[in-house]
């Protein structure tokens, strides 16, 4: 009997454990020793294993991704459990981190190291790595949170001084499990209902999200772009933090402005909210990803989207000179440590400085106050962040109000009903999520009302 066939046309096979551990050492080591984006070099891998079959390049991103979200425990764990370990060659360290790796993933140890073609008589130590844990009792909070938590140790710090130390270790453990696949739907194809038949008939087996009523959580594994339904524009991947963000703006079909538009998913949000009237300003400094806004807003039926490119420095203030006080509603999704999405993009915690983190404040606030002046009286600004950190959250909103008067917090719970905000999902009336307690991303959003004309 042949074997399946997958949806590329390739017979399935057993996974072929050589081929799977060379294609994640060499994306591994693109991304730890070369300083690779982790997405682009398993791309980039992936691309030239043509010989690699569906369920061989899942597990491919599956293992790099594990890896890096753990990589200072593993590092840790490689330092008391393998004899010598400082003083072996880069590629002899990267072959036992994925060894530790895989067995802190539950995977059998032997099989581990066929696979790796390491000795089978390592087989002891391996299956009792995960014991050293017990090393970091003697250690500070902070040491602990940094290696247990794989952070920069200024960044557990942080975490501690603001959780506190129960909250910051189950935040911290929450970012090192892999996340959902999350798609909103498109209300201007079809409804939740409709879609997700759509996508039962193509295989998908999908549940709808607790929070978010436009959510589906697919729980099939597969490649949703390759999906007709996605093609044919009835969903967008997208977290299940983001869409509560996007719901804050309660867009009118009037004219709303999307400042920080990027590639346009909260902008397609916001066309389905205003029912494809009014306006929508997509605005960002990046001409590459207003482009793609471009190509997914005709897949997904949406067109009262005005795109436009702006400076990156002060120049910008010119360009929108002409929308000052026009907007009824300004999302400010600003960019940001990304401190949020760690299970998704685990590589970008060892990127981030204390000195990258100021500059990520210093920005955000220039952009709250650029794009504060775009407001009509009477509207509405809507900030987030996909952050954790509170400089970068309710430090720029308590700065801002300290100079802005005529804008006042307004609390989100009126957008999001009460099923939402029952949830523990709002602090000092803004939005604050988190993947431990609501299986999303960390996000945060307020909501900042500006005072009527006299």
């Not at 939740?192 to 038949?197: C, G, M, Y």
């Not at 589906?216 to 949703?224: K, P």
């Not at 009237?277 to 807003?297: F, P, S, T």
Request: charged share 30%; hydrophobic share 40%.
């Amino acid at each position: 009997m042949s074997a399946p066939k997958s949806k590329s046309g390739l017979s399935e096979r057993p996974p072929r454990e050589d081929l799977v551990a060379q294609a994640c050492l060499e994306a591994y080591g693109a991304v730890r020793h070369d300083g690779r984006l982790a997405d682009r070099a398993l791309d980039f891998t992936l691309r030239h294993k043509k010989h690699l079959y569906s369920n061989e390049r899942r597990a491919v991103a599956e293992r790099v991704y594990a890896l890096l979200r753990r990589q200072r425990l593993v590092d840790f764990l490689a330092d008391l459990k393998v004899k010598g370990f400082a003083t072996l060659g880069t590629s002899k360290k990267d072959l036992y981190r994925f060894a530790i790796s895989r067995v802190l993933e539950g995977d059998d140890a032997s099989a581990v190291l066929q696979g790796l073609s390491l000795p089978g008589s390592e087989v002891g130590w391996l299956r009792t790595v995960a014991h050293g844990r017990a090393k970091l009792d003697n250690k500070s909070a902070a040491e602990r949170l940094a290696i247990s938590g794989s952070m920069p140790d200024f960044l557990a710090e942080k975490f501690l001084a603001q959780f506190g130390e129960e909250e910051a270790f189950a935040i911290a453990e929450s970012m090192n499990h892999r996340a959902a696949l999350v798609a909103r739907t498109n209300p201007l194809k079809g409804t939740r209902d409709q879609i997700t038949q759509l996508l039962e008939g193509e295989g998908v087996k999908v549940r709808p999200t607790p929070l978010s009523p436009f959510g589906l959580v697919l729980e099939t594994r597969t490649n949703v772009y390759s999906l007709k339904t996605f093609k044919d524009g009835y969903f967008e991947v997208q977290d299940e933090g983001s869409q509560l963000l996007g719901m804050l703006v309660d867009a009118p079909p009037r004219k709303v402005i999307d400042a920080c538009a990027g590639a346009g998913g909260k902008t397609l949000q916001l066309a389905a909210q205003m029912k494809n009237r009014g306006e929508i300003y997509a605005l960002d400094v990046d001409e590459r990803r207003l482009e793609e806004l471009k190509q997914r807003a005709r897949r997904a039926g949406v067109h009262n989207v005005r795109i436009q490119a702006i400076a990156p420095d002060a120049k910008a203030d010119e360009q929108l000179e002409k929308l000052h006080g026009q907007a009824e509603r300004v999302l400010v999704d600003a960019p940001c440590s990304g401190s949020g999405t760690w299970r998704r993009k685990p590589d970008a915690r060892y990127r981030l400085t204390e000195a990258s983190l100021q500059e990520h404040v210093d920005k955000q606030t220039v952009l709250i106050e650029r794009f504060s002046k775009l407001v009509k009286p009477g509207g509405r600004l809507i900030y987030g962040t996909c952050s954790l950190l509170r400089e970068e959250n309710e430090g720029i909103i308590e700065a801002f109000l300290s100079k802005h008067s005529e804008f006042s917090v307004a609390d989100v719970s009126k957008w999001l009903g009460p099923e939402v905000s029952d949830q523990k999902t709002i602090s000092n009336g803004m939005l604050r999520l988190f993947p431990h307690r609501h299986e999303t991303d960390g996000f945060f959003g307020a909501v900042l009302v500006k005072a009527p004309a006299k």
